[in-house]
């Protein structure tokens, strides 16, 4: 039977999980962006810091780029959509 935790991350788990080339980002970044509103919702159980997987999920969506070039071509298409 799953836990309810086992849909969070720790913050160790996270900074894995949004490492790069097996070098995990650093714990304290979390924490910054956590104090600075930037990064991903959180939840304190007692004295862990959690992140709901979902949450994490949707907060990556939101700040995905696209390139330029991309977003011309888009906006072109919606201006002239008969082209």
């Known amino acids: 039977m799953p836990r309810i935790l086992d849909d969070y991350f720790t913050e160790p788990q ?6 790069r080339e097996g ?5 304290r970044t979390l924490q910054n962006w956590k104090t ?4 991903p919702p959180w939840v304190r159980v007692r004295q862990q810091v959690l992140y ?15 390139p330029v070039r991309a977003r011309r071509a888009e906006q072109s298409r919606d201006q002239h959509p008969h082209r």
């Open 14 to 19: 996270l900074a894995e999980e949004l490492g």
């Open 36 to 39: 600075r509103g930037l990064g």
């Open 23 to 27: 070098k995990p980002l650093k714990i």
């Open 52 to 66: 709901p997987k979902a949450g994490v999920r949707k907060w990556l969506e939101a700040n995905t780029r696209h």
